[in-house]
């Protein structure tokens, strides 16, 4: 009798709540596991083989240093990208949830406020790449998620002054600590 209680229980949550509210709740929880698992990602990129194409500056000699793969593309562009199309299919997903007449207050208020968070961390993002290329780095991507950051910035070596540059320039754009951001160095 426990056993059917327990049941009877469930039954009546489904319908409080509604299949499709949960289906809703459901979409929006994968798509933000899916960009966690993007920003997972992304810091264990550092361990992989550099992408790096050096091009001689008459711009008519290029020299993939990965034995020319073909396969084989810009880094900072592939991430960049990336990261776009991750964001774009939150965003997709969460208005979906925000536009749906049958969605619990909750669920809108919770989409917007993540889109709102969304557009923040794109804006920070912006911020702090433009200004870490501007104290000399010739590339930068900024990851800004749940409160953290990561910057991989293309160098062979940075110096301690450098560092201390990106820190100061991620919190006075973000707010988050240097215990928060992460920078890792790809050349």
Known sequence: MNAENKTNKIKEFFKKIGTRNLIIVCAVLLVGTAIGVNYILYQNQKDLPSTDVDIDLDGTDFEDTLNNDPNTSDYFSQTVLSRQQARDEALEVLQAVAKSENALPEAVQSALDDISQIAKDIENES?????????????????????????????????????????????????????????IEKN
């Open 127 to 183: 911020n702090i790449e433009t200004l870490v290329e501007a104290k000399g780095i010739e590339q930068c991507i900024a990851v800004i998620n749940d409160g953290k950051a990561t910057v991989i910035v293309k160098s062979e070596g940075l110096l301690a002054s450098e560092v201390a540059q990106i820190n100061e320039i991620v919190y006075e754009q973000s707010g988050i600590l240097p215990t928060d951001l992460k920078i």
